[in-house]
């Protein structure tokens, strides 16, 4: 499967469920959402999900349309904790995330990390572990970091134009899933021939095309 396909699938997906865009791009280990990439058909053959696996996955995935949207609709600036409703979707898809992961055994959750690396490709920079996995410097995680808040600013802006109705539902889709692919080619510079051949290692076999 093409990998510029899983991306436009996955985004789909997150628009679809309301969930932030931005979420793509956080720092962390799981930057999107685990559950919509094991939803992916040809993720699904990779891993041989057994029935129960996948049944469980969708259950996952209902869950998360389901409160998603609950918590969309009912935002508010902050709640009595502070948290402000991009805070509260980032902490259920963590959640939800930790949900998915622990019905993967051993050696599906190895091959998960493989398949992650490959469909979000560079953007996977923004992981603490990957970067300590490559051994990046300061000065590289600094300027993956800037690279990662720009990234941030754009999905606010196109966010804002796209409540303004200045774009269109496929508009803002193509967009994002645009600068995904460059934000990803701009955080590939920052590596050296070394790191670019210890991360391909990390993505292991390519996906099969389905």
């Given amino acids: 499967m093409n990998r510029h396909t899983l991306l436009s699938t996955i985004l789909a997906i997150l628009v679809a469920l309301a ?21 992916v058909t040809g993720v699904q053959k990779e891993l041989a999900l057994d029935k129960n696996q996948s049944r469980r996955v969708d259950a996952l995935r209902k869950e998360l349309k389901s409160r ?12 009595q904790n502070g948290l402000t409703t991009d805070q509260r979707l980032f902490a259920l898809i963590d959640s939800n995330n930790a949900k998915a992961l622990a019905l993967l055994t051993p050696v ?35 300027a993956i970091e800037k690279i990662r808040t720009r990234g941030l600013e754009f999905v606010a802006e196109t966010n804002r134009s796209y409540a303004q109705r200045d774009l ?3 508009q803002r889709i193509e967009l994002l899933r645009t600068y995904r692919v460059e934000q ?27």
């Fill in 168 to 170: 269109s539902h496929d």
């Fill in 108 to 142: 599906q959750l190895d091959r998960f990390h493989q398949l992650q690396n490959q469909v979000l490709g560079y953007t996977m920079l923004v992981s603490p572990k990957l970067q300590q996995q490559l051994g990046l410097s300061k000065r590289q995680v600094s």
């Fill in 68 to 79: 998603s949207r609950t918590l969309v609709e009912k935002a508010r600036p902050a709640d």
């Fill in 184 to 210: 990803s080619a701009r955080m590939r510079t920052v590596l050296t021939p070394a790191q670019h051949a210890a991360f391909a290692k990390l993505c292991g076999q390519q996906l099969k095309n389905n």
């Fill in 19 to 39: 969930l932030p865009c931005g979420a793509t791009t956080r720092s962390t280990d799981y930057p999107g959402s685990v559950t919509l990439l094991l939803e």
